[in-house]
């Protein structure tokens, strides 16, 4: 009789019952360590404070191990499982009593490719995605991971070591973006195109240099910057030509440029106008915006992933994909489906170069390359 485990699991005592007819040879030590192992692995699933007991008995047949449950005040025993080895029982056992781990990440310093990063250290230690929540907010730069897990191997919880090694990887990484995000926060603008030229003459403006400390000394750039400012300078009208300050980070890869604007009542309050890894692409965009004909949608964009057959480490894969084509991760929900095999994913995105949503092109070139991952 298999038992359901929802309703088990509360006062129940187990037992692991080994019959074999190799007790009086060689391989009666290899089967005792073999149990350990597993009377740990029936303690550890069913978090109960004590190992089960053992009843160990010799047959004329060939061994097979049963695992059976009772109830503290009765001597009545089920079987949960019964196998021809002790490693069979071990996954069939984990498999009836199968159950997710929750994990969770969170950080202040979120940054684009965040969640493709979690997700590839998740996939390192072995692990199953099964559903997975994700939230940011641009202004504070914060982002909440939560995962529910399972292990690769088994099908069925974490093991507590497992577990142990990924917060230490999480912690590792939660410190590496502490180190690196030193960009202060900004609220990108997400209005229409058309509106952003009125928008942008009501601002002050600057240029912002995010520049990797091993390339040597920034300034030596601001002097390049001179023909975005005077292209900032002539489509807002300004009288000046816009500040530039420049920000030495120690492990940034590649340079950031930024056009920011700021709020004349509140200077503390700033907007990103675009971003890009070159000021020639930066004042390109920044063009486009306030000449009515940028491609960027506005806002953010919603991408589905969906497949009939999941496998794990598949949401490494897709976020990989996403951060492959510029997209930055602002919400995402992750469903699984164990009966049916299927998996659905929804996104919320923006171009990690402007803030903005994705263009069609964008949009387009995302949903072939899903297909192909299929």
């Known amino acids: ?27 009666a030590w290899t089967l005792a360590t073999q149990l350990s192992a597993l009377r740990a692995l029936v303690q550890e699933i069913t978090e109960t404070n004590d ?103 088994t099908g069925g919880c974490v093991p507590k070591q497992t577990l142990v090694q990924l917060e230490a990887a999480f912690a590792a990484l939660h410190e590496n973006l502490k180190s690196v995000s030193t960009i202060p926060a900004v609220r990108r603008i997400a209005r229409p195109a058309q509106e952003v030229g009125v928008y942008a003459a009501q601002r002050s403006y600057f240029v912002r240099l995010a520049w990797p400390s091993k390339l040597g000394n920034a300034w030596n750039m601001v002097a390049d910057l001179d023909p975005l400012r005077r292209t900032i300078k002539e489509l807002t009208h300004s009288a000046e030509l816009p500040a530039v300050e420049v920000q030495v980070i120690t492990e940034l890869d590649q340079p950031l440029f ?13 907007e990103v106008v675009c971003r890009g890894a070159t000021a020639e692409a930066v004042s390109s965009e920044f063009i486009a915006m306030l000449g009515g004909k940028s491609n960027v ?36 929900q992750i469903t699984t489906d164990d009966t049916l095999g299927g998996a659905l994913h929804m996104y919320t995105v923006e171009d990690a170069a402007t803030g903005w ?16 991952l299929r």
């Not at 009789?1 to 391989?27: I, R």
């Open 1 to 27: 009789m298999t038992m359901d485990p929802s309703q088990t699991l509360p006062a129940m005592v187990y037992t692991v019952e080994l019959t074999s007819n190799l007790l009086g040879t060689a391989w």
């Open 51 to 153: 190992l089960p007991s053992v009843v160990v008995q010799s047959g004329s047949e060939c061994s097979h191990v049963a695992i059976k449950s009772s109830h503290a005040a009765s001597n009545r025993q089920e079987v949960i499982c019964t196998a021809d080895s002790i490693e069979s029982a071990g996954t069939q056992f984990t498999k009836i009593m199968k159950k997710t781990s929750m994990i969770s990440f969170s950080t202040e310093n979120d940054r684009p490719g965040l969640l493709s990063e979690v997700t590839h250290i998740l996939k390192a230690h072995g692990v199953n995605i099964k559903h997975a929540e994700i939230s940011t907010d641009a202004a504070s730069r914060r982002a909440m991971h939560v995962y529910d897990i399972e292990d690769a191997s």
């Open 258 to 270: 930024e056009v920011v604007t700021v709020e004349t009542n509140a200077p503390n309050y700033q």
């Open 297 to 332: 949608v506005t806002g953010h964009t919603t991408v589905k992933f969906k497949t009939d057959r999941d496998r794990p480490g598949l949401l490494a894969d897709v976020t990989a994909l996403l951060k492959l084509h510029g997209a930055n991760i602002t919400q995402a």
């Open 357 to 372: 949503g994705l263009s069609d092109a964008s949009v387009s070139q995302l949903q072939a390359a899903f297909a192909a």
